[in-house]
């Protein structure tokens, strides 16, 4: 199993980046996928969460209205659109894939560093 | 979506057991068997040691074991050892396809 995270940066306040996230070595349809975030020096944040058919989608409520998670699934790629960017988004993003029929996190990609900032 | 309360820090001597308590609320921990344990050093990647409250993933120590008692779950490791010392993370589902994490603990080894 592999996950890589790309598209982080530098970003303006009220900006906005796409994170994306590469996956290999399992069935990607078959596994709800998650976006998790952790602030400099901060603890684990749970970001967003899809279902394997991407129609179920939620968001943590200090990202809902500013965040959109969604999956390709015939590109195995999961994706995050952040917009209306905050200095407290600044924070390196996880993507996660979550084993089935269980609420383990069980894998986890590199981690990619979103700065916002002027 | 409040973050799940967990101490600070806790600190044992080696060979010794330390229990670290993930407190939060019937939406969240009291509502499901679903709390999960993080395990995570410094610049790397969190690495899952318990889920749905007491199950370990394979290759994961016996050492590790978790609990649940209403509002509050419990990570204890047994046997402490240097190689232990990290941050942990307790996760709850908390219902309508969402999770909330703990604010983390810090394990030191004396």
């Known amino acids: 199993v592999q996950l890589v995270e790309s598209g982080g940066g530098l970003v303006q306040p009220g900006g906005s980046v796409r994170l994306s996230c590469a996956a290999s070595?399992?069935?990607?349809?078959?596994?709800?996928m998650d976006w998790v975030r952790q602030a400099p020096g901060q603890g684990l944040a749970w970001v967003s969460r899809?279902?394997?058919?991407?129609?179920?989608?939620r968001y943590a409520d200090s990202v809902k209205g500013r965040f959109t998670i969604s999956r390709d699934n015939a590109k195995s790629t999961l994706s995050l659109q952040m917009s209306g960017l905050r200095a407290e988004d600044t924070a390196v993003y996880y993507c996660?894939?979550?084993?089935?029929?269980?609420?383990?996190?069980?894998?986890w990609g590199q981690g990619n560093l979103v700065t916002v900032s002027s | 979506q409040s973050a799940l309360t967990q101490p600070r820090s806790v600190s044992e001597f080696p060979g010794q057991s330390v229990t670290i308590s993930c407190t939060g609320t019937?939406?969240?921990?009291?509502?499901?068997?679903?709390v999960s344990w993080y395990q995570q050093f410094p610049g790397r990647v969190p690495k899952v040691m318990i889920y749905?409250?007491?199950k370990r993933p394979s290759g994961v120590p016996g050492r590790f074991s978790g609990s649940k008692s209403g509002n509050t779950a419990s990570l204890t490791i047994s046997g402490l050892q240097t190689g232990d010392e990290a941050d942990y993370y307790c996760?709850?589902?908390?219902?309508?396809?969402?999770?909330?994490f703990g604010t983390g603990t810090k394990v030191s080894v004396l």
């Open positions: 996660v894939r979550e084993e089935r029929d269980t609420y383990e996190l069980d894998y």
């Open positions: 070595g399992f069935t990607f349809n078959y596994y709800w």
């Open positions: 899809v279902s394997p058919d991407g129609s179920v989608t």
């Open positions: 019937s939406s969240d921990i009291g509502g499901y068997d679903y």
């Open positions: 749905d409250v007491n």
């Open positions: 996760c709850s589902y908390a219902g309508s396809n969402t999770y909330v």
